[in-house]
């Protein structure tokens, strides 16, 4: 049953696809311009770009940033969350700073680390990372406000060792955040990274896509946008979807 359900809804979000691409197609036949090129001149692009190289290359250099800005972000997000979540005067003593964090703007840190750590992947990450901490640390302290105290009393009434209380009893309480986190995280990190690539750097897609836009390229930039969410759509179902259902199944 679980395989048929899977199995349908796979097809229903590839139908969903479908639907976008003809859309798409009706759009661009009635307009007739260069503004929306229809989706064989897309996926066209597409191939040219790929077979130049320069597609996999500035693919290659965007989501080696995301990877690194999302694991820095999950890292010390996570790590604050709990200890906030967890102890009621540090909650207090950061919860101001925390909201600073939550409504600063993100081309604000952006360029204020450009200006402090100069035109570098390494400004360009933190810059990313930055922007991403405070919501994690939100969703994180969240779950770590919400573990059940009569689950982790029962971890010490067996006198588990903390490392089996920790992987155990308490993580997989905050798991279901954990993933909340990663998800928003990601769709977050995703449209940080090009505006960090467009401001400040000499590759990745987000400076092909001001490129193109300099040229009125319009072909040229749906088609790494279209690559660029196709890795977004393959990462959810392929990655974070299994993730979750592995980390969450204890639940039942």
């Not at 130049?52 to 997000?77: D, E, N, Y």
Request: charged letters at 15%.
């Amino acid at each position: 049953m679980k395989r048929l359900t899977s199995g349908g809804d796979a097809g229903l979000r590839l139908a969903s696809l479908l639907v976008f691409v003809l859309l798409w197609q009706v759009a661009a036949a009635l307009l007739q311009s260069g503004m929306l090129p229809p989706p064989l001149t897309v996926f066209g692009r597409v191939v040219d770009e790929t077979l130049s190289l320069a597609l996999p290359q500035h693919l290659g250099v965007t989501l080696s940033r995301v990877v690194i800005s999302f694991a820095a972000a999950m890292l010390i997000g996570t790590a604050i969350g709990i200890a906030m979540g967890r102890w009621r005067q540090l909650d207090l003593f950061l919860d101001g700073w925390l909201v600073l964090g939550l409504n600063v703007p993100a081309l604000v840190t952006i360029i204020l680390c450009y200006v402090w750590f100069g035109l570098n992947d390494t400004a360009a990450i933190v810059a990313v990372a930055i922007n991403k901490i405070p919501t994690v640390i939100v969703t994180v302290r969240e779950g770590a406000r919400a573990v059940d105290p009569r689950l982790m009393q029962v971890a010490r009434a067996y006198r588990l060792s903390r490392w089996k209380t920790l992987s155990r009893v308490y993580l997989p309480q905050l798991y279901p955040y954990l993933m909340a986190a990663a998800r928003s995280g990601l769709s977050l990190i995703w449209k940080i990274v090009l505006v960090v690539e467009l401001l400040g750097r000499s590759n990745g897609i987000g400076f092909q896509l001001n490129v193109f836009f300099q040229f009125f390229d319009i072909a040229g930039i749906l088609a790494y946008t279209l690559v660029f969410a196709a890795i977004v759509l393959l990462v959810e179902a392929l990655i974070l979807r299994p993730l979750e259902r592995r980390l969450t199944r204890w639940r039942g």
